[in-house]
């Protein structure tokens, strides 16, 4: 089995900076890509940020500027550095990765129990 441990988030005020980290573990071979999800009150989970393991980057216009996103191959893990927070980015952070395992065939996604960030105003 695979394992997506989240850390950090928490409280914010509007104008400050968070780290988010995910760390994967469990049956990994590789993972192809790995990033950031939120999902706020009401609305639909959207994509944050993202990164392949060849380090192309996909980010939401919303964040664009803000937030940066990096991986750690080696160790199967991503960071999401979010600064200039505002209370629009409140919502719970999820961490996704697109595997590939050592024990069996094809990728498999897989999710992070999700990080509750709250931002102030």
């Known amino acids: 089995q695979v394992q997506l441990v989240e850390s950090g988030g928490g409280l914010v005020q509007a104008g400050g900076s968070l780290r988010l980290s995910c760390a994967g573990s469990g049956s990994i071979f590789s993972i192809a890509a790995m990033g950031w999800y939120r999902q706020a009150p009401g609305k639909q989970r959207e994509l944050v940020a993202s990164?392949?393991?060849?380090?192309?980057?996909d980010y939401a216009d919303s964040v664009k500027g803000r937030f940066t996103i990096s991986r750690d191959n080696a160790k199967n893990t991503v960071t999401l550095q979010m600064n200039s927070l505002k209370p629009e980015d409140t919502a719970v952070y999820y961490c996704?990765?697109?595997?590939?395992?050592?024990?069996?065939?094809?990728?498999?996604?897989?999710w992070g129990q999700g990080t509750q960030v709250t931002v102030s105003s």
């Open positions: 990164m392949s393991s060849t380090g192309n980057t």
């Open positions: 996704n990765a697109r595997v590939l395992r050592a024990d069996t065939t094809g990728y498999w996604g897989y």
